[in-house]
């Protein structure tokens, strides 16, 4: 079984909304992680989409989005941080693809995003299609 397990994904017409779930198989929580979403889709590159940071003294850590998404797309915990959510909005056909959320421990987004640390713990994806 996948450490990660995501869910939400399916059909939805261009303008439409879905909201992502990852959550670890285990029931581990996820406040001590980086945890980060990436798309793909056959014949492309893998996409790094977002990142919301590890919860530190409590609080929990920035958010970060690439640009194809800013402004549209939302992730954060539960207040149980046993999930981590990826809220899309005005979705479009751009954003078709198999979304995977992935987790580590005791890392920042800020040092995935400057190349210093990889993800290691992944969950297989759920499908999200955009189309009319």
């Known amino acids: 079984q996948s450490q990660l397990v995501e869910s939400g994904g399916g059909l939805v017409q261009p303008g439409g909304s879905l909201r992502l779930s990852c959550t670890f198989a285990?029931?581990?929580?996820?406040?001590?992680?980086?945890v980060a979403w990436f798309r793909q889709t056959p014949g492309k590159e893998r996409e790094w989409v977002s990142c919301?940071?590890?919860?530190?003294?409590?609080?929990?850590?920035?958010?970060f989005y690439a640009d194809s998404v800013k402004g549209r797309f939302t992730t954060f915990r539960d207040n149980a941080d046993k999930v981590v959510y990826l809220d899309m909005k005005r979705l479009n056909a751009e954003d078709t693809g198999n979304y995977r959320c992935?987790?580590?421990?005791?890392?920042?987004?800020?040092?995935?995003?400057?190349?210093?640390?990889?993800?290691?713990?992944w969950g297989q994806g759920t499908q999200v299609t955009v189309s009319s």
């Open positions: 992935a987790a580590e421990w005791m890392v920042s987004c800020s040092a995935y995003l400057a190349g210093r640390t990889q993800f290691r713990t």
């Open positions: 285990s029931g581990v929580l996820l406040d001590s992680h980086a």
């Open positions: 919301v940071g590890r919860e530190v003294d409590g609080a929990e850590g920035p958010a």
